[in-house]
């Protein structure tokens, strides 16, 4: 059988794990959910863009061409500089025909009065063949998060999205009955208080 002090404790032992919850929903769950809706809202809106939350992009490496700096299944973020911040040894990512590569610029030449950029996998043995243009660059490596890339793509998904969306309205809606029922008991003990006087 209960006592009064233990039921008191499972009372607050509960509320504080409410809460917990409630927080990492409020401050995990809903920047995921914002960052998500922004990228896709971008991509119906300019479909033939890789979308950005406030300039940064971030991609997937699929290929073993920079190890060992990034390793297959890092996350990696990049970010649209200015052309004059774009140097030598810098490690950037850019459009290859249909694919974004993510390699070294080992040199910079001039051709018809565009600058172009020779780049290198740190893995690789040779140079690329293509030469790469400043309209080419999606963007400049700033950071990586190692064996990050699944659970980016499956964050991304509209599924994870739907999913999340849900969740917080779940947690607004519990939050609020609870609250509601809370109002209505403090209403009925004031109302009988009062009766009993």
């Known amino acids: 059988m209960y006592k009064i002090r233990d039921y008191k404790e499972i009372k607050n032992r509960n509320e504080k794990i409410k809460k917990i919850i409630s927080i990492f929903i409020y401050i995990i769950i809903i920047p995921i959910i914002v960052i998500n809706i922004t990228l896709i809202v971008k991509s119906f809106i300019r479909p033939n863009k890789i979308p950005d939350f406030i300039g940064y992009k971030n991609f997937v490496i699929v290929s073993e061409s920079m190890e060992p700096t990034i390793m297959v299944g890092d996350a990696i973020f990049v970010k649209k500089v200015p052309e004059k911040e774009i140097k030598i040894n810098d490690i950037i990512s850019f459009h290859d025909g249909e694919c974004i590569n993510t390699h070294r610029i080992v040199g910079v030449s001039e051709e018809n009065g565009i600058k172009m950029y020779r780049t290198k996998g740190d893995n690789n043995r040779g140079e690329d063949k293509e030469k790469v243009s400043y309209s080419q660059i999606e963007g400049k490596y700033l950071f990586k998060i190692n064996n990050f890339g699944n659970l980016i793509k499956v964050l991304q998904s509209k ?26 008991r403090r209403d009925k003990r004031k109302k009988y208080e009062q009766n009993n006087i």
């Open 159 to 184: 599924v994870t999205l739907a999913i999340l969306i849900l969740l917080v309205c779940c947690n607004t809606y519990f939050n609020y009955r609870l609250k509601y029922k809370r109002k209505a």
